[in-house]
């Protein structure tokens, strides 16, 4: 499918032209804005005005009034026509002198100097150096020399200025600024006639083809090549474009970028110069000329013109977008951009990248149409308003008009394919989601959010949950009824949640936990709910769904509370430990786990809540005590746990625990802990020797007994245990095996002095020789231990003293040869002391002194008044 860049359109007729003269040919073309001139071969020059006008079916239009013709008298064909209009002169090129008549009345302008004659070819500078905008330059092909001139045409004369010697004699050339674009025999060539350089291009045998040199640009030309290529050449030689393809057979080209234009003998042809391809063909017999004047392409037989009118490159890219020739419409509008302004080729280029997209998204090809969307910042809602409801109602979106695309919707996009349908799905999530964290959505979050859940909810996608748990702007009014209807209950009760109704998610919650409502969401649904309860910071919420969490399972329900913190006040959230216990009366397995919670986890020190445990732990050990049922296991458990209690806390009342268990002759561990707690030792260790009759759970209260005490308490606990298996009044007698045991497991602890005043004498020392080296080791460490520490003392003593004689600044030499300084008698004993600076003086001389100093007298003065 090709493109439909230019229209074909006539402009002068054969009858406006020659009548019914059948041997008149056209011989050349030129156009100014509206004139356009004709030359032919019987020596005239015709002058036509075009109006372009549009016909009734939109098409382009010419109407033209023929203004004047005029007889140049020489009987010879006009070769060439050139319009200087800042002059308003046309240079003729007829019989190989170049004239210059008014481009008005085409009469003979006489110019000063003579007429340039012996011309094969010549050609307008269109980049001129002079920097006369009322001159105009031109090279002249010499026929009569290798030479090219260089001449300036003026109002008044015609001035050479330079000749340029050529290898050979040229066939075609081209002029831009210094340089010369030459077509020789056999090659082309580049030539800077200001410097002389030249620049040998490819070779070209013109006489097996018309050469073609046409200036395309600034410093670039193009070329015909051979085997049909259309070349481009810079000023240094080098093609920085791909050739085109073009016919062999090609007679003439033009420009009108982006497009190269070609004529041939049958066809005119229309090439890309941004992509090389081949975009419109054109069949045209007995083409003549070609030639492009300021944007317009002119076309010539030899009996008539034509105008091929570019059609808008709007219109041609949107040709291509709806042929689905994506790339070749993202190529032509850059290739655009030079002849666009900037504003308006931004506005353009964004419209065509989103046309783009969706004509890449209707066939599915998403990564494509993903990048084309971004490039051109589509609002989003472009796109999503392709999926039916999935804008909240309350948007206030319309469609981009002109419209992007050409689908309905997506079923239409579609044709009622499922799979279409679910890839275009994903499709849109992806998108949305990667939209939603840049700054493009900021304006309309709430209809891209809402759209994006909407998906989730259809498609049962696991970022449902994710979006609702994170900030979102999804309208609470849409978005509800469509997760009902899809059966997203937990996903409702979080958008609640989100929208600050933590009532109406919890009831319908509890709906879905009951079974009313059916959603597989969350198997643990229950839990969660316990869990929400647990952080809710309305209480009058925890104390409505409480109840009904602690009747479906009091082990987790009781979670809303263990889990919040603990506060005397209700306040951020908190709950009175005191309430909840009231509350949880009802609730045995629940109060004991809340309790639990409190004592042994929070570690709160209320006297209260640990016998309120206690109490609860010894209640439910004398229940399987009294049940026949109860199995070791559960009774082992419990007492463990009651133990615990009972040697852990201080804060229980003891006697009542005591007086509960008093009577038991199971709990006797227990009594004994109590007796220990009233500091009633010596009754505990015969509960647990005499009658629970557990030597080491005796030797374990001890240690428990004295774990925070010191020493001697710890020697005292181990001597009443030693005394009670020694005591010879109770029955069965003294326990000596056990005293034995003891005493050489914990020698270190005993004071052996009391200990062998209480050993009868009929024991025999090898029974007793663990106790006695072991004794006899602590003793002598302790003994070399105290010695050490007083070495260490005394050395520490002389260090000290040693440091303080340094000091002082030395010994202190008294004799009876010195005397006082303050009394002056000689010293008579060693009892001195020094004054500042080493003087030494009596005892009794420094005390006078400083009892009759003004200091000490003010020090007695204010003590008197104090």
């Known amino acids: 499918m090709s493109v439909k860049a230019f229209e074909l359109v006539p402009a002068v007729e054969r009858d406006q ?33 075009l109006e372009e006008q549009t016909s009734a079916k939109g098409r382009p239009a010419y109407v033209t009034q023929k203004l004047l013709h005029k007889y ?20 003729i090129l007829c019989d190989g002198t170049i004239t210059v008549v008014d481009m008005v009345t085409l009469e003979t302008v006489p110019v000063g100097g003579a007429k340039i004659k012996g011309v094969a070819a010549f050609c307008v500078n269109e980049n001129p150096v002079t920097g006369d905008p009322f001159c105009v330059e031109m090279a002249v092909v010499s026929s009569r020399r290798r030479a090219v001139q260089i001449f300036s045409v003026h109002e008044d004369r015609v001035q050479m200025l330079k000749e340029v010697a050529t290898p050979e004699q040229p066939v075609a050339v081209s002029l831009d600024g210094y340089f010369l674009c030459l077509a020789l025999p056999a090659q082309y060539m580049i030539l800077n006639y200001k410097t002389g350089a030249s620049q040998d291009l490819f070779p070209y045998d013109c006489e097996e083809r018309k050469p073609i040199v046409k200036r395309i640009g600034r410093e670039e030309f193009l070329l015909a090549a051979p085997g049909g290529l259309g070349m481009f050449a810079n000023a240094e030689g080098i093609s920085q474009r791909a050739p085109v393809k073009w016919s062999e ?41 070609l030639q492009d004047f300021e944007g317009k392409v002119v076309l010539a037989s030899t009996k008539a013109v034509y105008v091929l009118v570019p059609m808008p490159l709007e219109r041609q890219i949107q040709d291509l977008l709806a042929g689905h020739r994506v790339e070749e419409a993202l190529i032509l509008t850059e290739g655009a951009q030079r002849n666009i302004p900037k504003d308006k080729f931004q506005i353009l280029h964004r419209r065509i990248l989103q046309q783009a997209g969706f004509v890449q998204f209707g066939q599915l090809q998403f990564l494509e149409a993903k990048e084309h969307f971004r490039k051109g910042q589509l609002d989003v809602r472009e796109l999503i308003s392709l999926y039916p409801l999935l804008l909240p109602a309350s948007s206030s979106f319309t469609r981009c008009h002109p419209p992007l695309h050409e689908f309905a919707d997506l079923n239409h996009l579609a044709q009622g394919d499922p799979e279409k349908v679910q890839r275009c799905k994903r499709f849109l999530i992806s998108y949305l989601r990667e939209e939603r964290t840049s700054d493009g959505v900021n304006g309309f979050r709430e209809d891209v959010d809402t759209a994006l859940l909407k998906l989730y909810a259809e498609l049962g996608h696991e970022s449902l949950l994710d979006l609702l748990a994170s900030e979102n702007a999804c309208l609470l009014s849409d978005c509800a009824p469509w997760l009902e209807k899809h059966q997203k209950y937990f996903a409702l009760g979080l958008l609640y949640h989100y929208n600050s109704q933590d009532a109406a998610a919890l009831q319908l919650w509890v709906r879905v936990v009951n079974g009313d409502l059916q959603d597989s969401t969350r198997s643990d649904l229950f839990e969660y709910v316990v869990d929400f309860l647990s952080f809710c910071p309305k209480p009058d919420l925890v104390w409505k769904y409480a109840d009904w969490a602690l009747q479906k399972d009091q082990k987790i329900g009781v979670q809303i509370f263990t889990k919040r913190p603990i506060s005397d006040d209700e306040t951020a959230g908190k709950l009175n430990p005191d309430d909840v216990i009231t509350y949880l009366q009802k609730h045995s397995q629940a109060l004991l786990l ?18 309120h445990l206690a109490v609860l732990y010894t209640d439910r050990v004398l229940s399987l005590i009294s049940r026949s049922t109860a199995t070791e296991e559960q009774l082992s458990s419990a007492r463990e746990k009651l133990q615990r209690l009972l040697r852990e806390s201080h804060l229980y009342r003891v006697q009542l625990i005591l007086g509960k268990i008093q009577d038991s002759d199971v709990l006797l561990l227990e009594r004994a802990t109590l007796h220990g707690k009233l500091e009633e030792h010596e009754t505990a260790l015969h509960i647990l020797v005499h009658q629970l009759k557990d030597s080491p759970a005796a030797e374990d209260y001890c240690s428990w007994a004295s774990a925070s005490h010191d020493h001697t308490y710890r020697q005292r606990l181990f001597h009443l245990l030693l005394g009670v298996y020694l ?8 326990q000596t095996v056990a005293a034995v045991d003891l005493l050489n497991r914990h020698a270190d602890t005993f004071d052996a002095v009391r200990v062998l005043e209480l050993l009868p004498d009929t024991w025999s020392l090898p029974l007793l020789r663990p106790f006695l080296c072991g004794a006899l080791r602590a003793s002598v460490h302790a003994s070399r231990t105290s010695q050490v520490a007083l070495g260490l003392a005394r050395a520490e003593n002389l260090q000290l003293q040693h440091d303080r004689l340094k000091y002082r600044g030395g010994p202190i030499f008294v004799s009876e040869k010195k005397g006082c300084r303050l009394c002056h008698s000689t010293f008579s004993d060693p009892d001195c002391v020094c004054l500042p600076g080493g003087t030494p003086v009596h005892t009794h001389c420094a005390t006078q002194r400083i009892r009759d100093s003004p200091t000490k007298r003010r020090l007695d003065h204010a003590s008197n008044h104090t």
């Open 17 to 49: 032209l020659m009548g019914d003269k059948a041997r008149i040919n056209i011989e050349c073309v030129e156009c100014c804005g509206k004139h356009l001139y004709v030359g032919t071969n019987d020596c005239f020059i015709y002058h036509f005005l």
């Open 72 to 91: 140049l008298g020489l009987k010879k064909p006009v070769v060439e026509l050139r319009a200087a209009s800042a002059l308003e002169r046309l240079i």
């Open 249 to 289: 057979s090609v007679i003439a080209a033009a420009v009108c970028y982006p497009y190269v234009v070609a004529l041939d003998e049958g066809f005119v042809t229309v090439h890309s110069m941004l992509d090389q391809q081949l975009k419109q063909t054109l069949a045209f017999r007995d083409g003549h000329l």
């Open 594 to 611: 809340y309790l639990e919670h409190l004592v042994l986890d929070q570690r709160v020190q209320k006297e209260k809540f640990h016998t």
């Open 727 to 734: 005591d010879p009044d109770v029955p069965g007698g003294p």
